[in-house]
């Protein structure tokens, strides 16, 4: 069964930074896993914010980046906002399946 | 304008059947692989099931193997995702989303199965 571990919770300051990572059971995340990353808000629907390591969709806001990072993918939020306040998934591909890490709760405090 | 929208959502007992329908417009259906994403009640996103353009191609999650096939229709731009002998734990509301950049989410049905 593979799993896709993120931080349970973070907390940043507004104005500060953040990096939110993802990792796999099954080692190193590399640009084959095409890592993917989703906002959640309470209510609604997820939201694509990055996808394939580090492609922003045209409503992504350019706060947001997406990179590898020490064996994992990672999703940094530079001057945060204080409507970044959600939960915060990334996705990895294993050849046809698909597995969602377990969020991440950013809280902007 | 993009648009995904899920049907077919609502209280079933466990053991039963259920389809659920995604209708899309504003773009060019056929030209995207399609997904279906669930999230139960207070949980995470679970990846469901997804399908190629031509819908020759598909998988599932192990959670939904052999119960669940997901199939499409072009010419009616339309995604489905028939759901059998469902358990107590395929409770959640159900998502279809657009592609391999995930472009695009619908709203969700919701299903409960419940004695």
């Known amino acids: 069964q593979t799993v896709v571990t993120q931080e349970p919770s973070l907390t940043v300051s507004p104005g500060g930074t953040v990096t939110l990572t993802c990792a796999s059971s099954?080692?190193?995340?590399?640009?084959?896993?095409?890592p993917n990353w989703f906002q959640q808000k309470p209510g609604q629907a997820p939201r694509t914010l990055i996808y394939?390591?580090?492609n922003k969709h045209s409503w992504t806001p350019a706060r947001f980046s997406g990179s590898l990072l020490g064996g994992k993918a990672a999703l940094t939020l530079s001057g945060v906002q204080p409507e970044d306040e959600a939960e915060y998934y990334c996705?990895?591909?294993?050849?046809?399946?698909?597995?969602f890490g377990g969020g991440t709760k950013l809280t902007v405090l | 304008e993009v648009q995904l929208v899920e049907s077919g959502g609502g209280l079933v007992q466990p053991g039963g059947s259920l389809k659920l329908s995604c209708a899309a417009s504003?773009?060019?259906?056929?030209?995207?692989?399609m997904n279906w994403v669930r999230q139960a009640p207070g949980k995470g996103l679970e990846w469901v099931s997804c399908?190629?353009?031509?819908?020759?191609?598909?998988y599932y999650a192990d959670s939904v193997k052999g119960r669940f096939t997901i199939s499409r229709d072009n010419a009616q731009n339309s995604l489905g995702l028939q759901m059998n002998s469902l358990k107590d734990e395929d409770t959640a509301i159900y998502y279809c989303?657009?592609?391999?950049?995930?472009?695009?989410w619908g709203q969700g049905a919701l299903v409960t199965v419940s004695s």
């Open positions: 399908i190629s353009t031509g819908g020759d191609t598909v």
């Open positions: 996705l990895l591909y294993y050849g046809g399946a698909r597995v």
């Open positions: 099954t080692g190193a995340v590399t640009s084959d896993y095409y």
């Open positions: 989303a657009r592609g391999s950049a995930w472009s695009a």
């Open positions: 394939s390591t580090d």
């Open positions: 504003g773009f060019t259906f056929s030209s995207y692989e």
